[in-house]
C-alpha cells in the first residue's frame, strides 16, 4: 500500500491514547486501517508483555510512514507497448509512550 494512503490514516490517530486510537481504527472505512490497526495491537501487546505497561495508559507518541521499496511491473497496451506498474510499499513506524514517563524525562533533560 502506498504511504499517501497510509498517511490519510495515521494522521487521523496520530497522539491519541492507544486504547481510543485502536477503536477509531475499528470503524474507518480505508484499507490502510487494517495494517496500521495490526500494528498498533502489536505494539500494545508488547508494551504489556516486555515493559510490563498497561495498555489503557499508552499515548501514541510519535507515528510516520515512510516509502518501502516499489515493485515494478508492466501492463499490455495498444501497439504493442507497455505501460508501468508501481507496487508501492510502506515501512509504518510507531512508538508508544506512559505520559507521565515522556512528561518526567523531558523535564530532566531541561
Known amino acids: 500500500m502506498s504511504p499517501r494512503k497510509v498517511r490519510l490514516v495515521i494522521n487521523a490517530v496520530r497522539g491519541l491514547p492507544a486504547v481510543e486510537a ?21 505494539a500494545m501487546a508488547n508494551a ?28 499490455p497496451r495498444a501497439m504493442g507497448r507497455s505501460a508501468p506498474i508501481r507496487k508501492r510499499s510502506t515501512h509504518i513506524h510507531l512508538v508508544l509512550a506512559v505520559p507521565e514517563l515522556a512528561a518526567s524525562s523531558a523535564r530532566k533533560s531541561a
Open 48 to 75: 504489556e508483555h516486555n515493559f510490563q505497561l498497561h495498555a489503557e495508559t499508552l499515548v501514541i507518541k510519535t507515528i510516520t510512514a515512510d516509502g518501502g521499496p516499489t515493485t515494478k511491473r508492466s501492463r
Open 22 to 42: 485502536d477503536t477509531r481504527l475499528q470503524f474507518m472505512q480505508k484499507g490502510a486501517a487494517r495494517p496500521v490497526l495490526k500494528l498498533l495491537r502489536s
